[in-house]
């Protein structure tokens, strides 16, 4: 048995942010004090931004690279070969396909100011995706009118962290007498007026919790709101889901690479593990639904190279086999490995618990499940 995984994006980004994640894997395992880990998180974003990867997806006429969606995916491909715990999708990726989309005053200093790393984008959206009110029936963030601008309240929780941010991109209800719509802030961090905790979830990324408490925002700070920001913020969250699986599928492949390597070199009563037929049909059961979702994932971001916008249909269906297939993987995966696929020292551990917590990003198996259904019933209705 011998398996290498082949590339889904042919391209110089995966090959550079392949080799960096595997550099910064080993300094993982070798910081042993929690306070060195996080030292080290900084230190790699730092780096990340120095080699131009939050300036990958803005246009060349902002000071950005003018790369495709599919150059920013075979970047998060090579990160995800190793798990790089680094939020580079919900930091560099996401900030510049919504600013982008958007016009407002600033535009072009803004986002060549993210480009060169000096303005860091913590995007604070959760509010506005209803998955993530299913999840904590307590967020609650809405901008409401005040003496000479806005003033932001309420609370955020599972926001996947921005080393050193600079500045806040909240996307909230505006909430006025007249009207309650979507509105767009970038607000400077540091304010003594947000408080913030912070944890680490089972994959090793950083999230926060963020509690506004009368935030004033001035109308300069105001980027765009009403129906262009909904379209915005649509777009976003489709782009959004299609990263995340594009990282689930590069963990599940390079998961599967270390496991059949592992099994045609451990021994066991004599002979290799790979020479055991249950362990044999475990991992072909694994390779064939990784295969699908492999060729999935590739067909959707490819659809991007015609600037034919994302599909909510087929974006949930992507979605909603990465449900399905994470788990049969991930179990596979312990199976194979016995007790040691239970250790945290184990690459294929880390790999297995971020494509289990991938399942829970922009909404899991059952909420798209239930989008899929609204689907067909409207189609039904307009028939």
């Not at 829970?360 to 609204?374: A, I, M, P």
Request: net charge negative; aromatic share 8%.
């Amino acid at each position: 048995m011998t398996f290498i995984v082949k590339p889904i994006f042919e391209s110089e980004f995966r090959d550079a942010a392949l080799v960096f994640a595997k550099d910064a894997d080993s300094d993982a395992v070798a910081a042993a004090e929690p306070s060195e880990r996080v030292d080290l998180r900084r230190a790699k974003w730092d780096e990340a931004l120095e080699l131009g990867w939050a300036a990958c997806l803005i246009p060349e006429a902002f000071g950005g690279l003018g790369g495709a969606i599919t150059d920013f995916c075979s970047l998060l491909e090579g990160a995800s070969h190793y798990a790089l715990p680094l939020p580079v999708s919900s930091g560099m990726g996401l900030p510049a396909v919504l600013l982008s989309t958007l016009q407002f005053a600033g535009k072009e200093s803004l986002l060549a100011g993210m480009a060169d790393g000096a303005v860091r984008i913590q995007p604070v959206w959760r509010s506005l995706d209803p998955y993530c009110k299913q999840l904590d029936e307590q967020t609650s963030l809405f901008a409401q009118p005040s003496a000479g601008g806005w003033q932001v309240n309420g609370r955020v929780a599972g926001v996947e962290e921005v080393p050193a941010a600079t500045h806040y991109l909240i996307a909230c209800d505006g909430v006025s007498p007249e009207v309650t719509s979507p509105l767009l802030l970038l607000v400077p961090t540091g304010s003594g007026q947000v408080e913030f905790a912070r944890e680490m979830r089972i994959d090793g990324r950083h999230t926060v919790s963020l509690k506004f408490t009368g935030l004033s925002v001035s109308g300069a700070q105001i980027l765009a709101q009403g129906q262009a920001l909904g379209e915005a913020l649509d777009l976003t969250n489709a782009m959004g889901t299609l990263f995340v699986c594009v990282e689930a599928v590069a963990s599940m492949g390079s998961v599967l690479e270390q496991t059949i390597r592992y099994l045609s070199e451990r021994k066991q009563f004599g002979v290799t593990l790979s020479s055991f037929q249950v362990l044999r049909h475990y991992v072909a059961d694994a390779y064939v639904r990784y295969e699908c979702f492999r060729a999935f994932v590739a067909a959707q971001a490819e659809s991007t190279r015609s600037g034919t916008a994302l599909v909510d249909r087929d974006i949930s269906l992507l979605k909603l086999y990465l449900s399905q297939v994470g788990p049969i993987v991930a179990h596979m995966v312990i199976q194979t490995h016995g007790g040691m696929g239970m250790t945290e020292e184990l690459w294929a551990t880390r790999l297995n618990k971020r494509i289990l917590m991938a399942n829970f990003e922009f909404g899991d198996g059952q909420y798209h499940r239930e989008l899929l259904s609204n689907f067909s019933r409207n189609a039904e209705q307009h028939a």
